[in-house]
């Protein structure tokens, strides 16, 4: 079965707090109107209703909206749906931003607050213009980076991680070391970027991702590739897709016996999206952060080979339990004397990279627990390595899902003072 599995979500997702704070305040309206008397997007509105609404207010030129409105009668009636089967298929739904639902958790049990990571977020949303980043979600061009990775990424020695590819030579070694330290087939996991511009570039290879994404021809998908092109050129804060909330994002893909993914080349991978590195940086954790992303997502490859995934949780709960024994597993490695060996400053900022990425979407199906869970699950594996008397001793994957599992409540227990 093939999995995917995101540390963060793509930019539509990550940055909830920014984005999709400002559409909830102009949607809040229940109405069956596509606008309230103010102007404000009702929460009923229809996709063409949406569209309609952002391309009114949107900072593009008059010819260029009428061609985006153009294009929402050219895409087909369930275009949305088709959307949300394409991240069904390719396992990539948790990455659509979407309204949360009912809670599964009571959030009042739970300390919560907004990280530097999630403050950096909202900067960065506040220097593009909204309704074009929105006009981008609402036609599926946010996740167009993701899909190029996951379909045509390739590991080669010529990729580089990284804006300016200050990252490639730490990340490679890192991987090595991964592939030597865990009790998997490591060889068979690849490596390789997101890169926002790349993905972007050429019409011909976004109509290709975009038919594989919708189960059209390439052909068909071109007129849309060159729209969504020129959306992103639109506006210069954009930087041509180079912006990273494109690639904000790192996850790992297992295609499993897929024969269709399988035929496609899609092989067991990382892909590590600059936006994500950009954003450590800027908040001062880019010297262990990079490597503890990259920890973390392995971990979730040791959870596909040994089958750590099942378990008797379901929803957020269940998604928030992978998400934390991958914390657990990547400060396993970071720390342990046969994996990176981090010193104890180093040691506070791989917490730290796993804190800031934290939420309290407590509904979604894609939680993945709170700031203070993620740090306790560090916290927690970091202290499995110093109660070690021989620092050399490893413990295996699978019989570190057990540890895992036994100290999983006290890891979630409400921590609200």
């Not at 897709?241 to 269709?260: I, K, Q, R, S, V």
């Not at 934290?358 to 939680?367: A, K, L, P």
């Amino acid at each position: 079965m093939k999995k995917l599995v995101t540390l963060v979500a793509t930019a539509a997702l990550a940055s909830t707090s920014a984005f999709g704070v400002a559409v909830t305040a102009q949607a809040a309206d229940s109405s069956a109107t596509s606008t309230t008397a103010s102007g404000a997007l009702a929460a009923s509105a229809s996709f063409q209703e949406k569209l309609d609404w952002a391309v009114a207010r949107a900072n593009l030129p008059a010819d260029l909206k009428s061609r985006i409105l153009e294009l929402g009668k050219r895409l087909p009636a369930d275009h949305e749906q088709r959307l949300l089967a394409a991240g069904s298929r390719y396992g990539v739904g948790d990455t659509t931003w979407r309204e949360l639902l009912n809670s599964a958790i009571n959030p009042g049990d739970y300390a919560c607050t907004t990280t530097p990571l999630t403050e950096w977020i909202n900067g960065q949303v506040d220097e593009i213009d909204f309704y074009t980043y929105f006009i981008l979600y609402l036609i599926g061009g946010l996740d167009l980076p993701t899909y190029d990775a996951l379909i045509l990424g390739t590991e080669s020695k010529a990729n580089t991680f990284g804006i300016d590819g200050s990252y490639t030579n730490e990340l490679n070694n890192a991987m090595k070391h991964l592939r030597d330290f865990w009790d998997i087939d490591g060889a068979s996991v690849q490596l390789m970027p997101m890169k926002g511009k790349q993905a972007f570039a050429d019409v011909n290879r976004m109509a290709y991702v975009l038919s594989i994404m919708y189960g059209d021809t390439p052909e068909e998908e071109l007129y849309f590739a060159e729209m969504i092109q020129e959306l992103v050129n639109s506006d210069p804060a954009l930087r041509g897709g180079d912006h990273p909330l494109f690639t904000f994002n790192a996850f790992a893909f297992d295609p499993g016996d897929d024969e269709y993914l399988l035929e496609l080349g899609i092989s067991k991978r990382i892909v590590m999206g600059d936006g994500i590195m950009e954003g450590m940086k800027a908040i001062g954790l880019d010297v262990t952060a990079p490597r503890s992303i990259l920890s973390h997502e392995f971990g979730h490859q040791v959870q596909y080979a040994k089958n750590l995934f099942d378990s008797p949780l379901t929803g957020p709960e269940a998604t928030r339990r992978t998400e934390l024994m991958a914390d657990a597993l990547g400060s396993y490695f970071m720390t342990h004397k046969r994996g990176q060996a981090i010193n104890d400053h180093k040691v506070l900022q791989n917490e730290q990279s796993f804190y800031n990425v934290g939420d309290c979407s407590f509904s979604s199906s894609g939680h993945h627990g709170t700031p203070n869970q993620r740090i306790a699950a560090s916290k927690w594996a970091i202290g499995v390595v110093k109660a070690q008397e021989n620092q050399g001793h490893f413990v295996g994957g699978s019989e570190f899902g057990s540890m895992f599992d036994a100290k999983l409540p006290e890891i979630v227990a409400p921590d609200a003072k």
